[in-house]
């Protein structure tokens, strides 16, 4: 952007243009959905610009947050103050310091902390349009899940998708927010355990000795393959829904996270892999009742098609959206706000 002032501001670099910026044919930016909540917070940094400025308002302003910024960063008390925790010489924490926040930096940080929730909406967003299974609608689910994991399955399956879709206002809420990522680590452990159960059923169906009829081996191998696709996408998303509202900037953390998660979809596509193959030699070996033929083409095609998407690295589940989600807490954040209160994030 050309003519532009930058203006240092507690952490913060904003860029004041005057540039006449066509955002209908900028394709590196991403416009945010903004509640109204946001959008007021949005019009007071708008309203505080002229004084932090010598120019005056342009035609849109650009933040620049530093690497690993979080609204966690700061402690934030009942009473609405800020705090933040500092460490004694031997690296053990020592107490906790009263920030006062004055009028223009109050705005500032509220600013941010409405574009970061609602870039958090956006990459959430992106993630849980791949996740068709839990997105299907409960009578649905129903259909297919089977066994004493049936209940506790679809009850957290409904509650992440009550999270994911109360991101924005849950987030504005610490309390609220705190309970919410505990009730996300439970389910967590539940898809990690039902995971286990529904793989075990289809290896116990693969290495039956006494197989039953064709049409019900496929059946069940199928009704296995989509009770497994739900749980490893609760677990998934179970995962990054916890990422996002704990707001833990560390790298490491993420680092770990999406190395947890990559591992355990390639470990459960292998082990599908691997009975879905097994299952596809049954089918050509079959030879039913000699008084009975059987037409076996639908089945082999049923299943070379799965075995195909999972042995030519078509994923089972998208990694690319988890990835592009968890590489932008640890990369600097950019937003263009325009003089309608619009705010665009920087993609590309």
Request: glycine share 6%.
């Amino acid at each position: 952007m050309n003519d532009a002032e930058m203006i240092p501001f507690g952490g913060f670099d904003i860029k004041v243009t005057n540039d006449n910026i066509d955002f209908t044919k900028r394709t590196d930016l991403t416009k945010l959905e903004l509640s109204s909540g946001q959008k007021i917070h949005i019009s007071a940094l708008w309203n505080t610009i002229p004084s932090l400025s010598a120019t005056g308002i342009k035609n849109a302003c650009v933040l620049h947050l530093p690497d690993g910024i979080t609204t966690s960063d700061l402690v934030r008390y009942k009473n609405g103050g800020l705090g933040n925790i500092y460490y004694g010489a031997d690296g053990k924490f020592a107490g906790q310091g009263t920030l006062e926040l004055l009028g223009k930096q109050q705005v500032i940080m509220g600013a941010f902390t409405a574009m970061s929730i609602a870039s958090g909406q956006y990459f959430l967003s992106e993630i849980n349009s791949n996740l068709t299974a839990i997105n299907q609608k409960i009578d649905k689910i129903l259909e297919f899940l089977y066994g004493d994991k049936k209940a506790e399955l679809i009850s957290e399956v409904s509650f992440v998708n009550f999270a994911y879709q109360n991101y924005g206002s849950i987030m504005e809420c610490d309390h609220q927010r705190t309970a919410t990522i505990i009730s996300l680590q439970g389910a967590r452990k539940v898809a990690m355990k039902d995971i286990e159960f529904y793989m075990s059923d289809l290896d116990s169906l693969v290495k039956a000795k006494d197989t039953p009829d064709l049409d019900s081996i496929i059946s069940k191998a199928f009704q296995i393959r989509d009770c497994l696709q739900l749980a490893i996408q609760l677990y998934c998303m179970s995962n990054i829904l916890e990422v996002s509202y704990s707001q833990n900037g560390n790298t490491a953390y993420h680092e770990y996270v999406e190395k947890d998660i990559l591992s355990y979809i390639d470990k459960y596509e292998k082990r599908m892999l691997s009975n879905f193959s097994a299952i596809q030699m049954y089918i050509k070996t079959y030879k039913g009742n000699i008084l009975k033929k059987i037409d076996k083409t639908v089945y082999e095609k049923q299943v070379e098609e799965f075995v195909g998407s999972l042995g030519n690295g078509e994923e089972f589940i998208k990694r690319k959206p988890l990835q592009l989600f968890l590489q932008s807490i640890q990369k600097e954040s950019e937003f263009v706000l325009d003089m309608d209160g619009n705010v665009y994030l920087k993609t590309a």
